[in-house]
C-alpha cells in the first residue's frame, strides 16, 4: 500500500491561485493565478505538473 502524500511542506508558500505539483510530488513546478497562466508556465518550461488549488491552510491536504 502507498504512503500518504503530504503536500503541505512544499505547498505552504502558496495562499492564492494555482500551483502545479511535479509529477512525484516533491516540487512545486508552476504557478499562476489561473489554470491558464499555470499551464501556460508549464509550456513554456516543457516541465509536466499535477494542478492544486492554492490555499491559506494545507493541513488536511493529503493524497
Same mark, same amino acid.
Given at each position: 500500500?502507498?504512503? *500518504?502524500?503530504?503536500?503541505? =511542506?512544499?505547498? =505552504?508558500?502558496? %495562499?492564492?491561485?494555482?500551483?502545479? @505539483?511535479? %509529477?512525484?510530488? =516533491?516540487?512545486? @513546478?508552476? !504557478?499562476?493565478? !489561473?489554470?491558464?497562466?499555470? !499551464?501556460?508556465?508549464?509550456? =513554456?518550461?516543457?516541465?509536466?505538473?499535477?494542478?492544486? *488549488?492554492?490555499?491559506?491552510?494545507?493541513?488536511?491536504?493529503? !493524497?
Amino acid at each position: 500500500m502507498n504512503q *500518504p502524500i503530504n503536500l503541505e =511542506k512544499i505547498l =505552504k508558500n502558496h %495562499k492564492s491561485g494555482w500551483v502545479a @505539483v511535479s %509529477k512525484d510530488y =516533491k516540487e512545486v @513546478v508552476a !504557478t499562476g493565478q !489561473t489554470i491558464k497562466e499555470v !499551464t501556460d508556465n508549464l509550456e =513554456k518550461t516543457g516541465k509536466e505538473g499535477v494542478l492544486v *488549488p492554492a490555499a491559506d491552510n494545507y493541513q488536511n491536504f493529503v !493524497t
